[in-house]
């Protein structure tokens, strides 16, 4: 009797699932790095200028 074949389609699929996971694993950590970098440092306002901006919040110029 002759052997069956064995299917490629498993494996084939299997190292795609890999692959795609791989894939989007360095792409979050390589967004994570980026959004990491471009932080911005906040500055502590003066007076003046917490003073200008609660105004504006509570009296919007509509």
Known sequence: MAEKPRSM???VMAAAVVAGL???V???IKAERAA???TLTTVPLDAQTRARISDALRNPRS
Do not use: A, W
């Open 9 to 11: 389609v498993l494996g």
């Open 22 to 24: 791989g894939r989007m």
């Open 26 to 28: 360095i792409q979050k």
């Open 36 to 38: 990491r970098e471009s």
